[in-house]
């Protein structure tokens, strides 16, 4: 079976996507989140769960190889002991203790979930687009950067955001007492 064309395909490709998109991703997870689902959804910038969510690295029940970046991913949220146990025992994960190990940002109830993960997207749509961008650039390169590198491309980042129209209306709305109004330039 060639269960690797449909990766190379599709799920790469998503994976890319969703870890380089200049604007913040969500995964919202109100269910099962098992095998590529799962590492897809942590393939997002925030993790969102209901209460009853499950994430599960189900490959070994299958006999096939954690897939979608999940052999990238988990081991760099949780550490590679930790991700491989997970991969080897298929071992299903609640949401609250998703969000313990750090996999989920935050667990809502079930029956306000819809509610929750709307009023938190709105909270970052109004947030500053050009500095989320700048964030996710810099947690990016970090994965591979010394500190020396990571400390000169902060220093980059931080002089171009300070450039902004978004900086310069964050210190007038805080000055102002008053919410900014960012427009992400």
Known sequence: ?????ALERDYNPLVLRLTTFPKPTIAALNGPAVGASMNIALACDVVLAARSAMLQEAFAKIGLVPDAGGTWI???LI???RALALMMTADPIGAEEAERMGLIYKVFDDTSFRADVTAFAQRLATGPALSYRLMKDALLASLTNDLASQLALEAK???QAGFSEDFAEGVAAFREKRPPLFKGR
């Open 1 to 5: 079976m060639a269960v690797g064309t």
């Open 79 to 81: 550490g590679p002991k």
């Open 74 to 76: 988990l081991p760099r």
């Open 157 to 159: 980042l931080q002089r």
